[in-house]
């Protein structure tokens, strides 16, 4: 099993919908959670943290889910400019001295007019 | 303030040839990491350096990639003896730091394009 795995898309969806993917890990010891956009051809960029109590921007609301492993991102009145790679990170930090993030392979998001 | 930035942004090279990729992260970043990506691929983490040191190379590929940093500052990644299935964006990122309770958010330079013909 993968360390984090994401549903690859894509997500096509009209502009204005709401949009909802998850992403699971493996190790229950993980400690940060992190949703990451991937514009084309271009680098990653943090979108959002996501905390244990769930977390809001505007429209993108980031939830944790230690019990079942997994954390969700879901975005409200979709804009075309959100059409991007959606890639979850988390980080296992089971070595403070070696920790290592790790990057799910994303979920491919296009928003249609 | 200044970003990450890599050098160069593009890098075409023929088989077997040495190739040396440049990374420069944010002033007072302590964690700097290197991850390759191929086409249309997630991101694979290659080799993660806390100041000069490198506690995890885990992802190397191959005795053929190495890495280095100087100073707490620049890193350079290294692939001797290029094969075409290295070709792909090699992507590097720094943090604050990555122990203790900080959330380490990793901020990426733009990466260098690497193609093996």
């Known amino acids: 099993r993968k360390e984090v795995e994401q549903d690859p898309g894509p997500f096509n969806v009209p502009e204005g919908a709401t949009v909802a993917f998850n992403c699971t890990y493996s190790n229950s010891a993980s400690q940060s959670f992190f949703w990451y956009r991937q514009d084309c051809r271009k680098e990653p960029k943090l979108l959002m943290s996501v905390y244990s109590s769930g977390n809001e921007d505007g429209r993108f609301t980031a939830q944790l889910n230690r019990a079942s492993q997994y954390i969700s991102l879901l975005i409200r009145d979709s804009k075309l400019s959100d059409s991007a790679t959606y890639l979850c990170v988390v980080n296992p930090r089971t070595d403070s001295s070696a920790s290592k993030i790790i990057f799910g392979s994303g979920t491919r998001l296009s928003i249609r007019p | 303030g200044a970003g990450v930035s890599q050098s160069p942004s593009n890098k075409v090279t023929e088989k077997g040839k040495d190739v040396e990729l440049r990374c420069d992260p944010i002033?007072?970043?302590?964690?700097l990491y290197w991850y390759r990506q191929r086409l249309g691929q997630g991101l694979e983490f290659l080799i993660y350096f806390q100041g000069n040191s490198a506690p995890d190379k885990s992802g190397l590929p191959s005795d053929r990639f190495s890495a280095e940093r100087t100073g707490e500052s620049v890193s350079t990644l290294t692939i001797q003896r290029t094969q075409q299935e290295d070709s792909a964006v090699y992507l590097c990122?720094?943090?604050?730091?990555?122990?203790?309770?900080?959330?380490?958010?990793?901020?990426f330079g733009p990466g260098t394009r690497l193609t093996v013909l």
């Open positions: 002033s007072g970043h302590t964690a």
């Open positions: 990122a720094s943090s604050f730091r990555t122990s203790g309770a900080i959330t380490d958010t990793q901020y």
